[in-house]
């Protein structure tokens, strides 16, 4: 078994009428982490799942008695999937402030559905964590340095959801990872906000799939899609709540030189980009290996931000002669900048960034030295 990072800090935020939440896509494991924690728990347990008729009825009498009275005994309630209960937020609410003494923890697959289902009745009294596909960190638990180096290639085009990671056919995981595009992630987009139109959601994600790491323009997305740059904004937000893609802001601390307004997406795992573009080709003949590495690495030190609650934020950094700095991290530490590299290239943006950042830390990243950074 593979530990998640994450279980040892939700099983420590689990306490007496409070509520511990946990997001991420779907099948990145998070039902399996709940049954670990369950099966973990000093108490007495008592898990549900959102998706199942009968836990529907047994919460849709929304009162403190029948709470009472469904959880005499319970120091813990799991609920998995609870965003398919209706008003979960004010359910959680009157469990937690009319039962004493039971703690609750629910999982919800897309995060914009179960946030503002619960988020405001449950101002404090929830605490939030995301849990995100497999991080280097934790695959290697059960790899050698060496398979660890050997599996980078399968890292780079097929991604590290779970299931993909334990699978040994390339064939399966292909087929797995297009399943989970067309089954899973776009439907659950298209059914939760009620929109119709998939074909162009999809083609939005392929045109940001073929400008992984590039700076994008609303406007031109817009044109070539054939909506307005309003819904192009909307789209992007939900495949961002939905955990699909995330955005990368510039850097700037307002220089004339810097540019102040650009933004880069990726995406939360290389399987899933390249199943929106059908690109599963060997990294030898692949033209995009500089763009699948920068996504890979940049999504490696987001995990280790959620696991590890860093508390970083991240940028890349551009001026408008084109000197650019792929990754930008500010903390409570200072600034670190990090560029990748495929191959053994210099920074040719580094003395630039340093002049005008010179307390910044530098650091290159390329596949001789990538696990000390992730």
């Known amino acids: 078994m593979i530990n998640r990072l994450l279980q040892k800090q939700i099983s420590e935020r689990i306490a007496p009428n409070k509520v511990v939440l946990i997001f991420g896509a ?5 039902t399996v982490m709940m049954r670990k924690i369950v099966a973990d728990y000093p108490g007495r347990t008592m898990m549900l799942n959102g998706e199942d008729y009968d836990t529907l009825a047994l919460l849709e009498n929304r009162s403190a008695a029948n709470y009472r009275h469904l959880l005499a005994g319970i120091d813990l309630l799991a609920i998995d999937e609870a965003q398919n209960i209706p008003q979960v ?38 605490v939030q964590f995301r849990l995100t596909p497999f ?16 599996n980078l290639e399968s890292r780079l085009i097929y991604g590290s959801y779970p ?19 067309g089954a899973y992630l776009l439907k659950d987009i298209l059914a939760l906000d009620g929109l119709k139109n998939s074909g162009k959601m999809r083609n939005l994600l392929r045109l940001i799939a073929f400008q992984l790491g590039s700076e994008v ?19 992007l937000d939900l495949l961002e709540k939905a955990f699909v893609v995330y955005r990368l802001g510039v850097f700037s601390r307002n220089l004339r030189k810097e540019v102040t307004k650009a933004g880069k997406w990726y995406f939360c795992d290389n399987g899933i980009r390249n199943a929106v573009i059908g690109a599963f080709s060997p990294l030898a003949i692949r033209q995009d290996v500089g763009a699948l590495w920068e996504n890979y690495i940049i999504g490696e030190r987001r995990k280790a931000n959620f696991n590890e609650s860093l508390h970083r934020e991240f940028y890349f950094w551009r001026t408008y002669d084109k000197q650019e700095i792929d990754l930008i991290e500010e903390s409570a530490e200072g600034l670190t900048a990090l560029e990748f590299k495929w191959g053994n290239k210099k920074s040719s943006a580094r003395n630039v960034f340093q002049e005008a950042y010179p307390h910044a830390g530098f650091f290159v990243v390329n596949r001789d030295n990538y696990l000390d950074f992730i």
């Not at 406007?219 to 909307?234: A, N």
């Open 26 to 30: 779907r099948r990145v494991g998070k």
């Open 217 to 235: 323009s609303y406007e031109e997305l817009g044109r070539q899609l054939g909506m307005s740059k309003t819904t192009v904004e909307k789209y």
């Open 89 to 126: 937020g004010s359910v959680l609410k009157l469990i937690v402030d009319e039962v004493p003494g039971v703690s609750v923890l629910a999982s919800g697959s897309s995060s914009f559905d179960l946030l503002n289902k619960a988020g405001e009745p449950l101002v404090g009294r929830s």
């Open 163 to 181: 299931e993909v990671v334990l699978m040994d056919d390339y064939g399966r995981k292909t087929d797995y990872l297009r399943d989970i595009v």
């Open 135 to 150: 991080s280097q960190r934790e695959l290697a638990q059960t790899e050698t340095p060496l398979e660890t180096r050997q």
